[in-house]
């Protein structure tokens, strides 16, 4: 399994950005994805999570703002976030997760300006 992240660069608070995650390997359907971001000088943590099904569950921080979803047929997952505000500013990694072992993305950085 491998994934690619990309769609991050630098941002005005208040703005959008959609991350992508491209998946390669075994089918994507099969796995259950995560969004990750870790800030300078923070601890990695979980921005939300979509289940082979579907569902999708969200860090409390969100607030309604981000939207994941996943695309099998493209093996693709994104994250779409709105409303970006200064404390959003990470690198955001994609993990996979299948039969209890994880794979992560490289990360993408996403900046946000005043």
């Known amino acids: 399994v491998q994934l690619m992240e990309s769609g991050g660069g630098s941002v005005q608070a208040g703005g959008s950005v959609r991350l992508s995650c491209e998946f390669s390997g075994i089918p994507l359907k099969l796995n259950g994805m995560r969004w990750y971001r870790q800030a300078p000088g923070k601890k990695r943590e979980m921005v939300a999570a979509?289940?082979?099904?579907?569902?999708?569950d969200y860090a409390d921080f969100v607030e309604g703002r981000f939207t994941v979803s996943r695309d099998n047929a493209r093996n693709m997952v994104y994250l779409q976030m709105n409303d970006l505000k200064f404390e959003d500013a990470a690198v955001y990694y994609c993990?996979?997760?299948?039969?209890?072992?994880?794979?992560w993305g490289q990360g993408t950085q996403v900046t946000v300006s005043s």
């Open positions: 979509i289940t082979t099904g579907g569902t999708s």
């Open positions: 993990a996979s997760v299948y039969n209890g072992g994880w794979t």
